[in-house]
Nanobody, 123 residues
Framework: QLVESGGGLVQAGGSLRLSCAASGRTFSSASMGWFRQAPGKEREFVACISWSGGSTYYAESVKGRFTISRDNAKNTVYLQMNSLKFEDTAVYYC??????????????????WGQGTQVTVSS
């Protein structure tokens, strides 16, 4: 089970840190990803991280502004979001990669989705 938290309302240019807490599985061996979904749009890849935390991959739209990280001792993966823009407004979800680590960007390549956390950026 995955539980996201840390969303909220922030002004453009501001920062938020999202957390995804895992339970009920061997978290330290699971590669993870963050996605987002805005109203009326498809779920969109944001970032992913390997099981060790040694490899990461980002969508072009967030590269240089967002940072994904993890703490396996706490069974938690994070998404630090800086320089937020209005277009970053969405529900953010974390999920587990299927099939092991790779630069997986399609939602069908992920499983065990959390319930999501709302991020709203005011312009």
């Amino acid at each position: 089970q995955l539980v996201e938290s840390g969303g909220g309302l922030v002004q453009a240019g501001g920062s938020l840190r999202l957390s995804c807490a895992a339970s009920g599985r061997t978290f330290s061996s699971a590669s993870m990803g963050w996605f987002r979904q805005a109203p009326g749009k498809e779920r969109e890849f944001v970032a992913c991280i390997s099981w060790s935390g040694g490899s990461t991959y980002y969508a072009e739209s967030v590269k240089g502004r967002f940072t994904i990280s993890r703490d396996n001792a706490k069974n938690t993966v994070y998404l630090q979001m800086n320089s937020l823009k209005f277009e970053d407004t969405a529900v953010y979800y974390c999920a587990v990669q299927r099939y092991g680590w790779s630069h997986r960007t399609s939602p069908i390549e992920y499983a065990d989705w959390g319930q999501g956390t709302q991020v709203t950026v005011s312009s």
